[in-house]
T-cell receptor
């Protein structure tokens, strides 16, 4: 049973436009969510996180939205840049921290110049 | 952010041999490190949680006698794949945790021939 789902394996966006990556979860015990960016043959790089007590967190071009009732979170990247092209993983934890993460399957974002 | 290194970055070994992968936290002390495995186009699957000075905690389905984990110091954890088989070929990633983030190493590509 996949507790964290990223239903879109890929997404293409024009440079300068908004990229929206989606993530759904099923475990109501999850209380901390993170987004990671990963290039091929490299480890994931932390992007942004959000606690379940918030519904929005913003850091520069990256904003994460959390809808607890829908068990849904999304990552918005504005404006998108070609260097943003990578695989994006969402992850969730039930520990209130970054310990014991459950990862989604990832979404390949391609930003077209 | 904190830096986690892995060595080697890639290794090729023959079936039946053992391979050791090192994970180091370079600028912080990590009481807990995690080992993940990633198959092509799939998510990161947690294999085990490594705690300094104690035995690792393995996820269900991961053979502890095959994947030996040692966390001898606050900056070093090792994963030894024993009696490697071709199906062990994968991308292995370690991470070390702060409170609100996990910092990932760059990964090790293991190919068993």
């Amino acid at each position: 049973d996949q507790q964290v789902k990223q239903n879109s394996p890929s997404l293409s966006v024009q440079e300068g436009r908004i990229s929206i990556l989606n993530c759904d979860y099923t475990n109501s015990m999850f209380d901390y969510f993170l987004w990671y960016k990963k290039y091929p043959a490299e480890g994931p790089t932390f992007l942004i996180s959000i606690s379940s007590i918030k519904d929005k967190n913003e850091d520069g071009r990256f904003t994460v939205f959390l809808n607890k009732s829908a068990k849904h979170l999304s990552l918005h990247i504005v404006p998108s840049q070609p260097g943003d092209s990578a695989v994006y993983f969402c992850a969730a934890s039930a520990t209130g921290s970054a310990r014991q993460l459950t990862f989604g399957s990832g979404t390949q974002l391609t930003v077209l110049p | 952010g904190a830096v986690v290194s892995q060595h080697p970055s890639r290794v090729i070994c023959k079936s039946g041999t053992s391979v050791k992968i090192e994970c180091r936290s370079l600028d912080f002390q990590a009481t807990t490190m995690f080992w993940y495995r990633q198959f092509p186009k799939q998510s990161l699957m947690l294999m085990a949680t490594s705690n300094e000075g104690s035995k690792a905690t393995y996820e269900q389905g991961v053979e502890k006698d095959k994947f030996l984990i040692n966390h001898a110091s606050l900056t070093l954890s090792t994963l030894t794949v024993t009696s490697a088989h071709p199906e062990d070929s994968s991308f292995y990633i370690c991470s070390a945790t702060g409170n609100y983030e996990q910092y990932f190493g760059p990964g090790t590509r293991l190919t068993v021939t």
